[in-house]
C-alpha cells in the first residue's frame, strides 16, 4: 500500500521502521517542526524526520493541518492509508476522509481506557497491572474511533513509564504491520468503543511531582516509577529538594516520612514503605542511594517531606 507516515517522538520511530522493512511504499512523513533544544537552544528535528531521512523519504513539516496546505500535499501524495502515532496534531475531517482506508492510529494503551495524551505514564502511575497498544480508525473525537487490534502485556512490578515506553513502542511497530495486512486482506472487523469505559490520560505537569508520604507505599512507588523518566518524583530532605528516580517496596512501618534504614535507604509511608535506589540532590548529579547517604549524612533521625 502507499502510505503517509505521520509521528514526531522516539515512540513514533519503531513504528515508522516496521512498515518501511515490511515492504509498504511510505511516500511521505508529515512530522512537528523543528524545535529548539538544549542549553544552547539549538534547532533539532525530531526523531521521525531523522528516519525518515535515513531512509530517503520526503518529510513535511507543516506548522497548521488545518489551513489547507497539508491537504493539498496530501492530495497529491495521493496514500491509500495515513498512519498516525504521537503525532501531536489534530487531524481535521477532510484528511481523516481522503485516503482509501482512512487514517489508522497507534495509541499506547489498551482502548478505551486511557485515551489522551499520557496513557502509559498514568497506567503506571494508577498501579495498573496490563496495559497494551490499540490499532484503530480515526475519527474526529479523541482517540475514540473504532479498534481494530491490540496487543496485551503484563506491567512490571518496577517497570519505569520509560521503560514500559520503550516496549510498547516496539508492540506497536508488531501490531500496525499486522493492521496493515489485515485491512488490505480485509480480515479485519472494527469494532465500536464503549465510551462509558473510558477515562482521560492527561499530559503530566510538575504538579505531580511532590511525594505525599502518608499515601501507601504502593502509591509513592506507582509515583516514582510513573514520572520517571520526566517529571521525576520529588521530596524535601533538610529544606533542600531531592528528585527520587527509583524505588522498590518494603513492609517495614516506621513514622511518616522518617528513615527507618540507612543501607538500604528506607523511607516509611502511610502503610508500608518504600527502598530508594536512586536520587539526585538539589544541583548534584543522580546517585546510588547509598553514596547520598554518606555524602549527606543521612540517618534515621531524617525526614522525608
Known amino acids: 500500500m502507499k502510505i503517509v507516515y505521520m509521528g514526531t517522538p522516539e515512540f513514533a520511530v519503531p513504528p515508522l521502521k516496521a512498515i518501511i522493512n515490511s515492504g509498504h511504499n511510505v511516500v511521505g512523513v508529515f512530522t512537528q517542526p523543528d524545535k529548539p533544544k538544549g542549553r544552547g537552544y539549538v534547532l533539532t528535528p525530531p526523531p521521525v524526520k531523522e528516519c525518515a531521512?535515513?531512509?530517503?523519504?520526503?518529510?513535511?513539516?507543516?506548522?497548521?493541518?488545518?489551513?489547507?496546505?497539508?491537504?493539498?500535499?496530501?492530495?497529491?501524495?495521493?496514500?491509500?492509508?495515513?498512519?498516525?502515532?504521537?503525532?501531536?496534531?489534530?487531524?481535521?475531517?477532510?484528511?481523516?476522509?481522503?485516503?482509501?482506508?482512512?487514517?489508522?492510529?497507534?495509541?499506547?494503551?489498551?482502548?478505551?481506557?486511557?485515551?489522551?495524551?499520557?496513557?502509559?505514564?498514568?497506567?503506571?502511575?494508577?498501579?495498573?497491572?496490563?496495559t497494551g497498544v490499540t490499532t484503530m480508525k480515526m475519527a474526529e473525537g479523541l482517540d475514540t474511533g473504532d479498534m481494530l487490534l491490540k496487543s496485551i502485556t503484563k506491567i512490571g512490578e518496577n517497570e519505569t513509564a520509560g521503560q514500559l515506553h520503550d516496549r510498547l513502542s516496539d508492540m506497536g511497530a508488531e501490531l500496525i504491520v499486522k493492521t496493515l495486512s489485515a485491512i488490505e486482506n480485509d480480515t479485519v472487523t472494527p469494532e465500536k468503543q464503549d465510551d462509558s469505559l473510558s477515562n482521560y490520560a492527561s499530559m503530566l505537569t510538575k504538579k505531580l511531582c511532590k511525594i505525599d508520604w502518608s499515601s501507601t507505599a504502593q502509591a509513592v512507588h506507582n509515583q516514582v516509577r510513573g514520572l520517571n523518566p520526566w517529571p521525576i518524583a520529588t521530596a524535601t530532605v533538610n529544606g533542600k529538594r531531592v528528585k527520587i528516580y527509583s524505588t522498590v517496596l518494603s513492609d517495614q512501618k516506621g513514622e511518616v516520612g522518617r528513615v527507618i534504614c540507612e543501607n538500604p535507604l528506607t523511607v516509611a509511608c502511610g502503610e508500608g514503605a518504600v527502598i530508594i535506589n536512586e536520587i539526585q540532590p538539589e544541583g548534584k548529579k543522580r546517585m546510588k542511594s547509598q553514596d547520598y547517604v554518606r555524602g549527606y549524612r543521612i540517618t534515621t533521625d531524617t525526614v522525608f517531606e
Request: with cysteine.
Open 53 to 130: 531521512a535515513e531512509n530517503n523519504i520526503p518529510v513535511f513539516q507543516p506548522t497548521s493541518m488545518k489551513n489547507g496546505e497539508a491537504l493539498n500535499i496530501l492530495k497529491e501524495l495521493a496514500p491509500d492509508i495515513i498512519v498516525v502515532v504521537a503525532f501531536g496534531k489534530i487531524l481535521p475531517k477532510e484528511i481523516l476522509d481522503l485516503p482509501k482506508y482512512g487514517c489508522v492510529n497507534v495509541h499506547a494503551s489498551l482502548l478505551p481506557r486511557y485515551r489522551g495524551a499520557g496513557p502509559i505514564q498514568w497506567c503506571v502511575l494508577n498501579g495498573e497491572k496490563e
